[in-house]
């Protein structure tokens, strides 16, 4: 069992910056990929970005490109999310999720455990 937390949402103006965290703790010592989700208000959850176990490979939805780094450190059992250039279609609950294999992925079926979600919010 792996259990994930996040912290560090709020309200930003549009073209502001945020970071989000997300600590893991329970089983970690088998390693696990780390990601990143979001649902805006009547929409359903996409994927955000993701991390392998190591750091050394990523993912990111192409909304976010450019604009939204993923990164972890494990001794720290924590993977972070930088949001530069915010905007308000950013505003979204913000999931942190992990799942028991080594490679980033995009597909939230294949994580099996979840936060509870942090609220991002990005005025225009």
């Known amino acids: 069992q792996v259990h994930v937390v996040e912290s560090g949402g709020g309200l930003v103006q549009a073209g502001g910056s945020l970071r989000l965290s997300c600590v893991a703790s329970?089983?970690?010592?088998?390693?696990?990929?780390l990601g990143w989700f979001r649902r805006a208000p009547g929409k359903e959850r996409e994927f955000v970005a993701s991390?392998?176990?190591?750091?050394?490979?990523?993912l990111y939805a192409d909304v976010v490109k450019g604009r939204f780094t993923i990164s972890r450190e494990n001794a720290k059992s924590t993977v972070y999310l930088q949001m530069n250039s915010l905007k308000p279609e950013d505003t979204a609950v913000y999931y942190c999720?992990?799942?028991?294999?080594?490679?980033?992925?995009?597909?939230?079926?294949?994580?099996?455990?979840w936060g509870q979600g942090t609220q991002v919010t990005v005025s225009s």
């Open positions: 999720a992990a799942r028991t294999g080594w490679d980033p992925n995009s597909r939230f079926h294949e994580y099996d455990y």
């Open positions: 329970g089983r970690t010592s088998s390693g696990y990929a």
């Open positions: 991390v392998s176990w190591t750091g050394g490979a990523t």
